[in-house]
């Protein structure tokens, strides 16, 4: 199984073919390289020499058991965890990215701050004042919460403070947007409203996505492409070249779904 | 019937909402002070009836009585004032140091080691206990009240800054630091105001220990202030005033936390248990 696993993460690199990066109008996301990426806590090994490209604009998902390391991934891309051993080139270049954020499972407003200051944390230090009201009214129309700017977060449901969490990560335009499991707490009905809420912004901005998911079916909905990861490794690299917007419910997916599934339950790897 | 029963309930309810009588006469801030004046008014009335002896406690318009006699000659302001500017003082030096400790030992770890020991220490004497040797340090001067007012205010101030500071949400902490937020902007916007609803709780138990030392410290080596005014009546057998001192005590007492209610109030309005 590892050396399928390996065969297939080798295919790096030559990835973008199906992905519709080229589609977006102003793609302005970064291509993200792991090298070597290893992550230990103490005696235990949680993330074991990963190597991984991930092109300018591309969706990817992460998905696997929990403890599997995928968490631990994600905040290594984004500069929250320091690696035990290898690389994360974000651009090229290594280093704490500027142009990255990252937004959580739980939705990390500041209590204190009404819903537009909290959109602002998210925007450049350096603007003037009015520019960055301007601009996290801009970022909250953007999810759709352009009247409810002056509210306290306390007086938002819950798929609403996570839309304020994705208007402050979108506000200064980031260049890679890490996702982990921000939908996790959510209802169902809110989740699929997130999740193309999530496309839409993602298909105009054109950033580059990585989503760390348990749910098979959202990653599948989403990402241009989905990464198993096992015992701290990448145990299968698949491409969706499902089109967009992708039904839910459509065979072909839900057969996909299965099979990932299967892969992650039983690691017989049954033909994927 | 059961309908006709859930309806009668819910007019009442509507009727109730309604009218209210309470609510329709007074401002919701009055209506603290009706029992108060209830117990002022049943206290007189057994005044008047001979039921109360005056020495023992005289009439309510008798202690008001000497409120006015004290006024026209000047020496309850002038009381009051000192006894003020003395618990100000010393809350604002206690409040301070205490302030600092709080601070520096929630930001930093090297900090706290050093002094949590020895103030955990010194929290454990009660500060009355050092009355004595305050007044062979100080004689019964200012200087005796302003240690031990800001010595029994340092410690609910330090003790609640800290422990506020220690329970901001570390999620909230890496959240900024994620942002870009640095150290100064991270303290303002996401430490501070995390700190905040904990501090207000160390700032009213303060204030009322600040008053209690001082009633203390007044009664047993003073030269002025009530409780200076107090003794002083006390030997002269003037009840009215000795009652007059301990009502101006609850009213001073009182104003103190209606202000640090407001100005709670007015920071914390984002927290839902501060909402109106």
């Given at each position: 199984m590892n050396a399928v696993a390996a065969a297939i993460s080798r295919r790096e690199?030559?990835f ?18 792991l090298?070597?990426l ?8 949680v993330l074991k020499a990963v190597d991984l490209h991930i092109?300018?604009?591309q969706f990817v998902a992460v998905v696997g058991k929990s403890g599997c390391g995928k968490s631990t991934l994600l905040?290594?891309i ?101 996702l982990d499991e ?28 990585v989503l760390v998911t348990h749910d098979v079916a959202e990653a599948i909905a989403l990402a241009d492409r989905i990464l198993v990861i096992d015992e701290g490794r990448i145990a299968a690299d698949l491409p969706i070249d ?11 997916l839900a057969a996909l779904e299965g099979r990932i599934l299967d892969r992650l339950f039983n690691d017989q790897g049954s033909g994927i | ?276």
């Open positions: 690199g030559r973008p073919s199906a992905a519709p990066v080229q589609a977006h109008g102003n793609a302005r996301g970064v291509p993200v390289t090298r070597g290893a992550k230990s806590f103490g005696p235990k090994q092109p300018a604009g905040r290594l984004v500069g929250l965890e320091q690696a035990t051993a290898g690389r994360v080139l974000i651009d090229a270049e290594e280093g704490r990215p500027s142009g990255a954020r990252i937004m959580f499972q739980e939705p990390r407003l500041l209590p204190w701050a009404r819903v537009r200051g909290n959109v602002e944390v998210g925007l450049d230090r350096s603007l003037a004042t009015s520019e960055r009201r301007l601009k996290a009214q801009d970022a909250l129309a953007e999810v759709g919460l352009d009247d409810r700017g002056d509210e306290w977060p306390a007086v938002l449901s819950g798929g609403q403070k996570q839309r304020v969490a994705l208007a402050r990560a979108l506000a200064g335009h980031p260049r890679l947007l890490a921000p939908l996790g707490a959510l209802d169902a009905l809110t989740r699929i409203g997130m999740q193309r809420l999530i496309e839409s912004v993602w298909q105009q901005q054109g950033f580059t996505a499902a089109p967009r917007p992708r039904h839910r419910g459509d065979p072909a | 019937m059961s309908d006709t029963t859930l309806q009668t309930a819910a007019e009442e309810a509507v009727d109730k909402s309604r009218s209210r009588p309470l609510t329709r006469w007074l401002p919701g801030s009055a209506i603290g002070w009706l029992v108060p004046a209830l117990l002022i008014a049943v206290w007189e009335l057994l005044s008047r009836l001979g039921q109360i002896p005056a020495n023992v406690l005289p009439a309510p318009s008798a202690v008001a009585a000497a409120a006015v006699r004290l006024t026209a000659s000047g020496e309850l302001q002038h009381n009051i004032g000192v006894s003020a500017l003395r618990a100000l003082s010393g809350f604002v030096v206690g409040g301070t140091v205490g302030l600092i400790f709080g601070l520096a030992n929630g930001l930093s770890a090297l900090s706290e080691k050093l002094t949590d020991t020895t103030l955990q220490m010194v929290r454990n004497v009660p500060h009355l206990a050092l009355i004595p040797l305050v007044i062979l340090w100080f004689g019964i001067d200012e200087e005796a009240k302003l240690f031990l007012v800001a010595l029994g205010v340092f410690f609910p101030i330090y003790i609640n800054t800290l422990h506020g500071i220690r329970s901001v949400d570390p999620q909230l902490v890496e959240m900024g630091r994620i942002y870009g937020m640095g150290s100064w902007e991270l303290f303002w916007r996401v430490i501070l105001p995390g700190a905040l609803p904990s501090m207000f709780v160390g700032l009213r138990y303060a204030l009322g220990i600040m008053w209690l030392t001082l009633i203390v410290a007044e009664t047993i080596a003073a030269s002025s202030g009530i409780g200076y005014m107090a003794m002083q009546a006390r030997e002269f057998l003037l009840v009215d005033v000795v009652v007059l001192s301990i009502l101006i005590y609850a009213l001073l007492g009182k104003l103190a936390d209606s202000i640090a209610r407001l100005l709670e109030r007015l920071s914390l309005q984002w927290h839902p248990a501060y909402r109106r």
